[in-house]
């Protein structure tokens, strides 16, 4: 088939359908798209909120928990011990399938009967306060990482100890303010660099020690803005300029970012890959459209995928296959259709939430260790494919019909108007962020639970460094210049402050992790760009504004080594 130019029934604007496309889109035997990739991605992460917390009781042992979901919200949530536990079981809250009723005006009475956790948390200890985090010790807002110690403020933290504030950091140790950081050992401020060891505000340097606002460095030691210095000179600019000043340090984060701007710059972050469209993948292969892919092959428009294959419009998934319209996958796991928190050794799977160790089933929530299910009601083989063909034909003959006139058959993700939080607790508010007015004219759910601004704590101005500032602190509040919102230290954060002499922040953690993710956001579209040595035109993440040198993979590779 010959690809095709569709207008998305959401933003109408026009967007092409390759022939290879719908090749994939038969294979999984599913319709083509009605709404554009961004849509689509926008419509997923409108269903993930990482962030936006609350205290509450556990529906079941009524002890006081944290929870994603207010107290207002009209779902049942139990605490990750109790939801886990044998007490109930979520088949007991079926729903026989209607067909004078839409598909899914059906689920989202199934979602406020069936109990929700209320984080995504496994094997935590001493961390109450993370979210969609696995084997987490000691550690306080921590989201989507996993295996990591004495930490906080960090979002895709693997295997890391005692860092903070970090965006995507793979193996890091003494770590703070980086992004897209790996194997990194008492790395600040700086930004794609792996294997690096005493770096600071340094940007695109592999297995570099002792440097300070460089970039695109390889294998060297003692370089401050890319010039190599003694030892002993180095050290006297330690001592002169990291003296924990956040005065000092804004100036050299300035002059470093200037610094980057005159340097040539990649154009586009792809290791050992081949055939693949994007920005920071490794090891793959047939990548298209993906950005921060690892170790996968044909997939288009992901975001966040690690060892996956043979998908399309996936988002944070993990050992997955066959997957289409998904979200927070982890697998092993295979075709798995417009679903999301999908775990454990499921296959087979439409239309679902949070599944663990499940076969064949069409439009369930909560399950764990089923099969043959529709809306959580146990079918028998038989007659679970007898039932599956005519609930797909029924989506088809009587679609749901959102406020916005958005018409959502078979082969459309879940509507916006299903989703559990509001527009403004989820990361599609992140990645693209809408007034109030713009979130009631595109039809989404509108923040309406109260914020609590009694606070008693004196409220301080933070000093310049954290020398002197005694644990009196700690008791206190800060006004975040970015959002006028008050926020605490907490004691592990204030000694990791003392320990490596940094100055206590002035934004709150939201600002900060908003700040850093801004920067990946922006980086997801591709530009066309000039190489500024060859003169080719290749593809890049970078506006001519940001980095007005780019130099294509070929000559970048031989400017850096």
Not at 83 to 98: E, G, H, I, L, M
Not at 361 to 379: D, H
Request: glycine letters at 4%; one cysteine or more; proline letters at 4%.
């Amino acid at each position: 088939m010959k690809s095709e130019t569709k207008n998305c029934q959401n933003c109408k604007k026009d967007f092409t359908i390759e022939s290879e496309d719908f090749n994939f889109y038969e294979k999984i035997k599913v319709p083509p798209p009605t709404w554009c990739p961004e849509c689509r991605l926008k419509r997923r992460l409108a269903f993930r909120n990482e962030r936006t917390l609350y205290k509450r009781q556990c529906d079941l042992c009524r002890e006081n928990i944290i929870a994603m979901y207010s107290p207002k919200s009209p779902y049942t949530v139990y605490c990750p011990k109790c939801w886990y536990s044998d007490k109930w079981d979520a088949q007991d809250y079926y729903c026989d399938y209607d067909f004078s009723r839409t598909f899914f005006e059906q689920y989202e009475d199934l979602q406020k009967k069936v109990p929700h956790i209320s984080l995504l948390q496994e094997n935590p200890i001493n961390s109450p306060w993370v979210n969609f985090e696995t084997d987490s010790k000691n550690c306080y807002l921590n989201v989507g990482g996993a295996l990591s110690q004495d930490s906080a403020y960090n979002q895709y933290a693997l295997k890391c100890r005692d860092v903070f504030d970090n965006f995507y950091l793979v193996q890091g140790d003494f770590c703070y303010e980086n992004i897209l950081n790996e194997k990194a050992y008492k790395n600040f401020y700086s930004i794609f660099c792996f294997e690096c060891r005493d770096t600071w505000f340094s940007f695109d340097c592999r297995n570099c020690s002792n440097i300070i606002g460089c970039t695109g460095l390889r294998h060297k030691n003692y370089y401050i803005f890319n010039k190599q210095m003694a030892k002993g000179e180095y050290e006297v600019f330690v001592k002169d300029n990291l003296n924990g000043s956040r005065v000092a340090y804004k100036k050299l984060q300035m002059k470093a970012a200037d610094f980057w701007k005159s340097r040539p710059q990649r154009a586009v972050l792809v290791d050992k890959s081949i055939n693949c469209e994007g920005n920071l993948i490794k090891e793959s292969k047939n990548c298209h459209d993906s950005w921060n892919v690892d170790k996968s092959e044909n997939i288009k428009h992901g975001l966040f995928c690690l060892e996956a294959k043979d998908s399309y419009d996936v988002t944070s998934v993990w050992r997955s296959e066959f997957c289409y319209e998904s979200m927070a996958t982890f697998g092993p796991i295979s075709n798995i259709k417009f679903s999301k928190l999908i775990l454990n050794q499921t296959e087979a799977v439409s239309y679902s939430t949070f599944l663990l160790n499940c076969h064949n089933v069409f439009g369930c929530a909560y399950l764990r260790n089923a099969k043959y299910a529709i809306l959580n009601k146990q079918y028998t083989k038989e007659e679970y494919e007898k039932l599956v063909p005519k609930i797909i034909q029924h989506m088809d003959d009587m679609p749901y019909i959102d406020t916005k006139n958005r018409i959502y058959k078979y082969g459309e993700f879940f509507p916006f108007d299903l989703s559990p939080f509001s527009y403004e607790e989820t990361v599609a508010y992140e990645y693209f962020p809408l007034n109030k007015i713009e979130i009631e004219n595109e039809g989404l759910n509108l923040f309406d639970h109260e914020v609590s601004k009694n606070y008693n704590a004196e409220v301080i101005v933070p000093p310049d460094t954290v020398q002197g500032i005694s644990n009196s602190v700690l008791d206190k509040a800060i006004k975040c210049v970015k959002t006028g919102k008050l926020f605490n230290i907490i004691k592990m954060e204030l000694d990791f402050y003392r320990r490596f002499n940094l100055p206590i922040p002035e934004e709150g953690p939201f600002a900060r992790h908003n700040r850093r993710l801004q920067f990946f956001s922006r980086h997801i579209k591709l530009n066309k760009r000039i190489c500024g040595k060859c003169g080719l035109e290749v593809n890049s993440v970078y506006g001519e504004e940001e980095f007005p040198i780019i130099y294509c993979e070929k000559c970048y590779q031989q400017e850096v080594y």
